[in-house]
């Protein structure tokens, strides 16, 4: 039996951007002229939103949101050093980048080799100007994978009755998508090196919109023709569960990463995509902190899709994992923001098994 590390992040694109840049999603969906101009007005914005905006469209409040998500970064990869872990799974969606027209997977497993991947060269999350300002556009980055890890989990997955689908090479994205690659390179953000090899299980959180809306948004004018939905929240529960209970059984001492923001304001079209939807985030935290996972079970794709939580559905996972290992919450942290598209949570588990 092998201990089990849980942690929780994001991997929030317009971080690897420059601060002047960092609320361009709100800047977007600002500009659609779908959107009435009482909802565009910040007048008649929440308070909160109003200060978040300031008089400068939010260049002065994105420091502070970076500290927050560095601080989050740097306690996640604190709790890596110290558990070591010889493999980090992560569960993330795939945004229209390695699954596209021609095969959607519910959820799946990624066997690759270790691969050598160019973070400017992504279609999302590309930041020009980076962060990062000395690195050049042909940056190259290292990711150690453990395929015969991500063999055994596909088998005793399947053996245990989860369909899953698995792969050895990429099928669009020669590079890696951002779920992944972001958060190798956030949990990296001083650049002293990523040194645990990484298994990826993509998630297909977009669900309706994966294909129809390319894994993010089309403006409030065009009709979209929705795509089959994502696998339910209680199934990817169990999965996360089964998965976690498959690597404790194993000889590995293993981390699982869930990787994503919560609600994402472009996903939440009855508040106009202009800010997240704060009160659903707050409820799931809220269940996460108190080991409510009755609530997370409950909640319905419809609530999820409602919410703009799909890329939640990789926190389902993780949240089943914790549940099946019966793992306790040591800390957890909940960055609001309202201009900054996606509220953000860290958490960590103690590891068990
Ligand atoms: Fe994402």
């Known amino acids: 039996?092998?201990?089990?590390?849980?942690?929780?992040?994001?991997?929030?694109?317009?971080?690897?951007?420059r601060d002047e840049f960092m609320s361009g999603i709100h800047h977007r969906?600002?500009?659609?002229?779908?959107?009435?101009?009482?909802?565009?007005?910040?007048?008649?914005?929440?308070?909160?939103?109003?200060?978040?905006?300031?008089s400068d469209g939010g260049k002065a409040s994105a420091p502070v949101h970076r500290a927050a998500l560095i601080a989050g970064f740097d306690r996640v990869r604190a709790a890596l050093e110290r558990f070591d872990p010889e493999v980090v799974i992560v569960f993330?969606?795939?945004?229209?980048?390695?699954?596209?027209?021609?095969?959607?997977?519910?959820?799946s497993v990624l066997a690759y080799p270790d691969r050598t991947v160019h973070p400017y060269r992504t279609r999302?999350?590309?930041?020009?100007?980076?962060?990062?300002?000395d690195e050049p556009e042909d940056h190259a980055v290292t990711i150690k994978g453990r395929p015969d890890v991500a063999r055994h989990i596909a088998g005793a997955l399947l053996d245990r009755g989860f369909d899953i689908a698995y792969a050895y090479r990429p099928l669009h994205d020669e590079q890696l998508a951002h779920a992944f690659l972001n958060t190798v390179l956030f949990l990296d953000h001083r650049r002293g090196g990523f040194p645990w090899p990484m298994v990826p299980m993509p998630i297909n959180c977009y669900g309706s919109k994966v294909i129809a809306a390319q894994g993010g948004w089309k403006p409030f004018g065009e009709t979209l023709e929705l795509d089959p939905p994502s696998p339910a929240p209680w199934r990817l529960m169990d999965l996360g569960g089964a998965t976690a209970r498959v690597l404790a059984d194993s000889?590995?001492?293993?981390?699982?990463?869930?990787?994503?923001?919560?609600s994402h304001a472009f996903l939440v079209d009855h508040q106009w995509r202009l800010r997240p939807d704060t009160p659903a985030d707050r409820t799931l935290y809220e269940a996460m902190v108190a080991g409510d996972y009755d609530t997370w079970a409950k909640t319905t794709t419809d609530?999820?899709?409602?919410?703009?939580?799909?890329?939640?559905?990789n926190w389902f996972a993780l949240l089943g994992a914790a549940r099946e290992l019966g793992a306790a919450l040591?800390?957890?942290?909940?960055?609001?923001?309202?201009?900054?598209?996606?509220?953000?949570?860290?958490?960590?588990?103690?590891p068990a098994r």
Do not use: C
């Not at 039996?1 to 951007?17: K, R, S, V």
């Not at 993330?92 to 959820?107: K, R, V």
């Not at 999302?124 to 300002?133: D, L, N």
């Open 303 to 313: 609530a999820v899709v409602h919410a703009g939580q799909q890329e939640v559905l």
């Open 92 to 107: 993330g969606d795939d945004q229209y980048e390695n699954f596209t027209e021609d095969l959607i997977p519910a959820y």
């Open 330 to 350: 040591s800390w957890s942290e909940f960055v609001e923001t309202w201009i900054f598209n996606s509220n953000k949570v860290f958490a960590e588990w103690e």
């Open 29 to 54: 969906m600002l500009a659609d002229p779908d959107v009435p101009a009482e909802a565009k007005d910040p007048a008649n914005w929440p308070a909160d939103q109003q200060a978040e905006w300031g």
């Open 251 to 262: 000889p590995w001492r293993v981390s699982i990463i869930a990787s994503s923001s919560w």
């Open 1 to 17: 039996m092998a201990e089990i590390q849980l942690l929780g992040m994001t991997h929030y694109p317009p971080f690897a951007g």
């Open 124 to 133: 999302i999350g590309r930041a020009v100007p980076s962060y990062w300002a």
